[in-house]
């Protein structure tokens, strides 16, 4: 669609007809020749003297000529532009970070995949992971991994497909043994940092209690509180287990209570991802479409047409005086 960042500018229109009216003309002086035979030659052409100012006339070609590159020259000051069909662009109005659990009872081989094979939980987790990740669009997505100590495998990203790459590819023991679950929400909190949207929301996976953390987790998540983060918890394996791999679910249900969020338990795949299926519908998405329409500026179109006019006219008003010219020197030298 075409159109004009500056419309207004076409009352200018009638500005040369109105300079015509107001402002006089230009005056020109020529110097006159005085002969003794003037009344001779008043005599011998039949013409009658007399006093005044003469009035060039300018012909009707250069008049349209003139008026054609002043209407060009003001549409290319009232800058014509072209406007693309409207895009849309969705804008991320929530941060959501993963925590994923790689400590070593992530190795347990008591679930089973969409085939009904036997898996370890890692493994487990990371089909179902992969797909409420695909289903994140409008999200912006983190994924902190931690055993020993936490990781930020990916910083928050629209980049959905990366996100599944990269946790496809972590594997049992790559963060160290032990369940550092109080660092990894500290971690978490320190990535929310610089996020400025208004939804932020951590989903923690973990299949054992916390035995490495400098922070414990209920005062990580009473700083996450403070911070408007929601923490959802998802405890993976047997509740029965014990020692290392024994699920603190007290501790996991705190955390989840104290920031607004939600406890789940994960005994077998189904489950899983009957948890991810509940969250996607308390965790709705919320996207922001941002619509924009590109402009293209043709102002140099009729700027150049004007050029070219005035131009050419230019060209013609030179080869018919130049023939003009000839035409008389060769009338000069016939007689």
């Known amino acids: 669609m075409l159109t004009f960042a500056y419309p207004w500018l076409a009352v200018l229109l009638p500005l040369p007809l109105l300079v015509s009216w107001l402002v006089p003309p230009r005056a020109e002086h020529r110097a006159g020749v005085r002969v003794p035979f003037f009344r001779t030659l008043v005599a011998l052409t039949g013409q009658v003297p007399g006093s005044g100012t003469v009035m060039a006339r300018r012909g009707a070609g250069r008049t349209a000529v003139l008026i054609l590159c002043w209407l060009l020259a003001l549409a290319a000051l009232m800058r014509p532009q072209w406007i693309e069909p409207p895009l849309h662009r969705d804008v991320p109005t929530r941060d959501m970070l993963l925590l994923v659990d790689l400590s070593a009872s992530m190795d347990t081989n008591d679930f089973r995949d969409a085939q009904g094979r036997t898996v370890d939980r890692l493994t487990a987790l990371k089909q179902v992971l992969d797909e409420f990740v695909a289903r994140r669009h409008g999200d912006r997505v983190g994924v902190v991994v ?190």
């Open 146 to 335: 931690f055993g020993d100590s936490p990781f930020a495998l990916v910083p928050f990203t629209t980049d959905l497909k990366l996100a599944r790459q990269l946790v496809q590819e972590t594997a049992v023991g790559m963060a160290g043994p032990r369940t550092a679950f109080g660092d990894a929400i500290g971690l978490g909190i320190s990535l929310f940092d610089k996020s400025t949207v208004k939804t932020k929301t951590m989903i923690a996976l973990t299949d054992g209690n916390d035995t490495a953390s400098k922070m414990p987790p209920g005062e990580a998540a009473g700083v996450a509180k403070d911070r408007s983060i929601v923490i959802h918890t998802v405890a993976i394996g047997d509740p029965t287990a014990a020692g290392e791999d024994k699920l603190d679910e007290t501790a996991l249900k705190a955390v989840a209570a104290r920031t607004g969020g939600g406890f789940y338990r994960a005994l077998d795949r189904e489950q899983l991802a009957g948890i991810y299926r509940r969250l996607d519908e308390v965790e709705t998405r919320r996207i922001e479409t941002v619509s924009f329409r590109p402009k293209t500026d043709l102002y140099w179109i009729p700027l150049a047409a004007a050029l070219l006019t005035g131009m050419g006219a230019a060209a013609l008003i030179a080869i018919k005086g130049r023939r003009q010219l000839q035409g008389t020197t060769g009338e000069e030298a016939s007689a």
